[in-house]
């Protein structure tokens, strides 16, 4: 009974034990509802119910927490799927800056400055002399130093470049350039008239234009402030002339962030006193021009095409028209006329009996077919016979109008790389496809490239040759992880793993693709990088040759060798694919294409150094001379022309507007 009575007390104050915890454990948790730090706040209904179902739901709990993860899976995979990396883009181009430039500080004379030679009359710089005992020559005025006052009302508005190099050169040459006796010397006059003809070197005459003194009835000050001005605006109109020709009227970098090309730095001073100096000033105004051998084949072609009359007899062949073997069309006949009159000599002979033999008629027959094959062959289009967009652009040609424009805008261009390419090169030409490696004593190595599309344009830049690399890794640029690994991480987090990828942080710790947050690779919260193993599957193939720039630009092989036989081949993100991986690398080696195959056979991922100076050009010409010395003429891919055709226009009426304020 005692026991029963204890058992029974014992339970009665457990009992009274867990009640008074249950309701202390009650009474804590309104007061975690209800109190937060000193003050009395409400909270969310929501918090108290996970805090209770925490307590004595546990399981509804968890399904809540795993929702939630779920929820917060799905948002991120939202982020990661609509992050973005821009690509470059085009500029609102703006016109080079002009500005008025006082001469003033030229009108006085300073001492020491200048003495006339008594032998020879001309004037010669007085030596300077440290003894204040010696005697001192008298400083004999000379026309220049009586016509000095006038700068003090003399401004000129110029070129920033142009108005500093007047200043330099009349502070150090204190003489007249294009004035004698009161009136312009012949000299003056051979300027003109060369600046009168700068449209041949694709530049507009009207920005060089000075007008001749009107000197009629004026003696004394009036005279020498007419000739001052026309001496000054003279100088600045040669010097502006000179700054165009050698690094061009458009700043490219202005144009599109495709462009990465540096300007030039003209010696204006030195140029000035070059046409001073010159016995022939056409001659002179000529030799101002770049002097490589495309410039040169540039400007015969330019005034070649300008010495011919407009096409007339303009075949149109109808747009839309689609050929195949067999097949019958009533474009057929100018289809035929189109070769007959743009073929070459060469192949009219080759093909005479079959462009006799043709009656007009509409079937596409396999003699046809070989002559248009044969067309396409010497036009560099794939020879498959088959007649479509490119065959007919080809076959019909562009208007004169067109080919000088091209031609004219592949002549600013060409300013903007130096004037000599170098003996051993590298040059690729987007707009033709090409890439052509070319040295003294050997045979022009060409091959066809692919280069980007148009939404991934490759940049316009020059740089040099370094490396080549055999069996590379291909380091995936951050771009490419954004735009196009992520959307497959947000589904896949592993994908990278499976895919032969391998995933390091910048200290170099191989991690898994799967335990990086991808959402804060695409904020650049964090840095991680991506290659792809060298192997059958590898973006680059077997060999890549690299230049290195801030553009991960380089030339390499690839896998996908069916995109050569296209005849427009902008597919890559960027990167030059090489149809000849092989033979390229082993041309700036200095090595055979056996040697390189041996060592890619090796199968290890290893580099070589190139040695030598090998520039690269990764240029863009719609018009460019061809290996045989004839101009080609090639697919604006980019539509680059039309923003530089906007940029001059730009920078003309801006002048325009200098010209007439």
């Known amino acids: 009974m005692r026991a029963n009575e204890m058992a029974l007390g014992e339970g009665s104050r457990k009992n009274r034990t867990r009640s008074v915890l249950g309701a202390s454990l009650r009474a804590g948790l309104m007061a975690t509802v209800l109190f937060s730090g000193f003050n009395l706040a409400t909270v969310e209904t929501a918090s108290a119910q996970g805090l209770f179902q925490r307590l004595f739901n546990p399981e509804a709990h968890r399904r809540q927490q795993e929702r939630e993860r779920q929820q917060q899976q799905q948002d991120l995979r939202k982020k990661v799927v609509s992050a973005r990396v821009s690509a470059p883009r085009y500029l609102n181009y703006t016109p080079?800056?002009?500005?008025?430039?006082?001469?003033?500080?030229?009108?006085?004379m300073k001492t020491a400055e200048v003495q006339p030679d008594v032998q020879s009359g001309e004037v010669a710089e007085t030596p300077a002399v440290e003894s204040d005992s010696l005697p001192q020559a008298p400083v004999v005025p000379t026309a220049f130093d009586a016509a000095r006052p006038a700068l003090k009302e003399v401004s000129l508005t110029v070129l920033p470049e142009v108005g500093e190099a007047v200043i330099s050169y009349y502070r150090e040459h204190p003489d007249f350039v294009w004035v004698k006796d009161g009136k312009p010397t012949d000299k003056a006059m051979a300027m003109r008239r060369g600046l009168g003809d700068t449209a041949k070197y694709a530049l507009n005459p009207d920005d060089y234009l000075v007008d001749l003194p009107a000197t009629a009835g004026l003696e004394g000050e009036a005279l020498d402030a007419a000739m001052m001005r026309f001496e000054m605006e003279m100088s600045a109109a040669v010097l502006t002339y000179v700054l165009d020709s050698r690094r061009g009227r458009v700043d490219p970098n202005r144009i599109s962030e495709y462009h990465?090309?540096?300007?030039?730095?003209?010696?204006?001073?030195?140029?000035?006193?070059?046409?001073?100096?010159?016995?022939?000033v056409e001659a002179e105004v000529a030799n101002?021009?770049?002097?490589?051998?495309?410039?040169?084949?540039?400007?015969?072609?330019?005034?070649?095409?300008?010495?011919?009359?407009?096409?007339?007899?303009?075949?149109?062949?109808?747009?839309?028209?689609?050929?195949?073997?067999?097949?019958?069309?009533?474009?057929?006949?100018?289809?035929?006329?189109?070769i007959n009159k743009n073929?070459?000599?060469?192949?009219?002979?080759?093909?005479?009996?079959?462009?006799?033999?043709?009656?007009?008629?509409?079937?596409?027959?396999?003699?046809?077919v070989e002559l248009v094959k044969a067309f396409q062959k010497e036009a560099k289009l794939t020879p498959d016979g088959i007649i479509g967009k490119n065959t007919i652009n080809a076959m019909v040609g562009e208007t004169n109008a067109a080919k000088i424009a091209k031609v004219e805008l592949a002549m600013e261009r060409s300013r903007w790389l130096p004037e000599q390419l170098g003996e051993r090169k590298v040059f690729i030409n987007q707009a033709a496809f090409t890439a052509t490696y070319t040295a003294p004593g050997e045979d022009p190595l060409s091959m066809r490239v692919v280069v980007g599309k148009k939404s991934n344009q490759t940049n316009f830049f020059y740089d040099k040759i370094q490396i080549v690399e055999y069996?590379?890794?291909?380091?995936?640029?951050?771009?490419?992880?954004?735009?196009?690994?992520?959307?497959?991480?947000?589904?896949?987090p592993s994908y990278l793993d499976r895919a032969g990828y391998e995933v390091t942080t910048p200290g170099g710790r191989q991690i898994s693709s799967s335990a990086v947050d991808w959402y804060a690779v695409a904020s650049k919260q964090q840095s991680v990088n991506v290659r792809q193993y060298p192997g059958s599957s590898n973006a680059l193939g077997e060999v890549k040759i690299l230049f290195p720039n801030k553009h991960h630009i380089y030339m390499h092989d690839t896998p996908a060798k069916s995109l050569f036989k296209k005849d427009m081949r902008a597919y890559s993100h960027g990167c030059i694919r090489l149809q000849d991986p092989k033979a390229m690398a082993a041309a700036v080696l200095g090595k055979s294409k056996d040697y390189v195959s041996s060592r890619?056979?090796?199968?290890?991922?290893?580099?070589?150094?190139?040695?030598?100076?090998?520039?690269?050009?990764?240029?863009?010409?719609?018009?460019?001379?061809?290996?045989?010395?004839?101009?080609?003429?090639?697919?604006?891919?980019?539509d680059r022309d039309m923003h530089l055709l906007e940029a001059i226009e730009k920078t003309e009426a801006a002048r325009e507007k200098v010209r007439t304020s």
């Open 260 to 280: 990465d090309l540096p300007r030039h730095a003209v010696d204006l001073v030195s140029a000035l006193e070059g046409f001073k100096n010159a016995s022939d």
């Open 288 to 338: 101002v021009q770049p002097q490589s051998d495309h410039f040169r084949k540039l400007t015969e072609e330019l005034a070649r095409l300008k010495a011919e009359d407009e096409d007339a007899d303009q075949i149109v062949i109808a747009p839309g028209t689609f050929l195949k073997a067999g097949k019958s069309s009533p474009e057929m006949k100018n289809i035929v006329a189109a």
């Open 343 to 368: 073929g070459s000599e060469e192949l009219k002979t080759a093909h005479a009996e079959t462009l006799t033999a043709y009656d007009g008629a509409e079937l596409y027959s396999p003699e046809l």
């Open 96 to 108: 080079d800056s002009w500005k008025t430039v006082s001469l003033a500080e030229l009108s006085e």
């Open 600 to 638: 890619i056979s090796a199968g290890q991922n290893e580099q070589e150094r190139v040695t030598g100076d090998i520039p690269v050009y990764v240029s863009y010409f719609t018009a460019w001379p061809e290996q045989d010395g004839t101009v080609g003429f090639y697919t604006d891919v980019y």
């Open 471 to 492: 069996n590379p890794y291909w380091g995936v640029p951050y771009s490419i992880i954004v735009n196009e690994m992520l959307p497959k991480l947000a589904k896949d």
